[in-house]
């Protein structure tokens, strides 16, 4: 089975907890790679840990620590998995949507039913496989990492997808609710490393 794989800096905190208690629920076939790695920030603790994990795994599941699983989470992302594998297409994220996320993912929108495909993506829940990780990773950001990564994989000719999939996200747990200031902090990265993208994102 696909194994999920998430960081947290704090394994003992009530939600991470509650995401783990709902995986042995709901898909306990599935096993959960929880690391507690150091960091400066979303972009290089998550790439530690997908490195780490693709050393083992072909294909992964990266989760937030702050979700809460469904009965079907684990079961419908990876029945949207196997359909889109049919297609030979090169896949990038696979997402669940959500109720604290994007607008593309959020269930307060009006969302197709069925599997879409959409450029950025917030991988709260999301497939990936080694293929796509080996041609890009996150940049060391906390904002806009995922912009960045999803972007990047675009360019090589992947295409990210929204799946059936819903989990609860309770929402910014680790590097808090100042979104002015992540916005702001993640500028000088971009603007020196991906100006296309700087300009594009901040007129």
């Known amino acids: 089975m696909i194994p999920i794989v998430l960081s947290t800096i704090d394994p003992q905190q009530g939600h991470v907890n509650v995401f783990v208690t709902s995986v042995s629920e709901y898909c306990p076939e599935a096993d959960v790679l929880l690391h507690h790695v150091k960091g400066n920030n979303f972009g290089e603790v998550y790439n530690q840990i997908m490195k780490s994990a693709f050393n083992t795994h072909d294909e992964i599941i990266i989760a937030n620590d ?3 699983l469904r009965p079907d989470s684990y079961k419908l992302l990876l029945e949207d ?3 889109l594998k049919v297609d030979k297409q090169k896949i990038g994220f696979v997402a669940a949507r959500s109720d604290n996320v994007r607008p593309p993912q959020c269930i ?4 197709p039913q069925g599997i879409y495909a959409f450029p950025v993506i917030s991988p709260l829940f999301a497939y990936i496989n080694k293929e796509a990780f080996s041609d890009a990773q996150f940049p060391p950001l906390n904002w806009y990492s995922d912009d960045v990564m999803c972007q990047d994989l675009n360019n090589l000719g992947y295409k990210h997808f929204v799946s059936r ?3 609860h996200h309770i929402g910014s747990q680790t590097v808090g609710l100042n979104f002015d200031q992540l916005t702001e902090d ?3 990265w971009i603007k ?3 100006n296309k993208y700087y300009k ?3 007129k």
């Open 165 to 167: 999939s819903y989990v």
């Open 200 to 202: 594009e994102w901040f």
């Open 81 to 83: 998995v196997a359909f």
């Open 192 to 194: 020196e490393n991906r």
């Open 108 to 111: 307060a929108n009006q969302l």
């Open 66 to 68: 702050d979700i809460v």
């Open 186 to 188: 993640a500028k000088p």
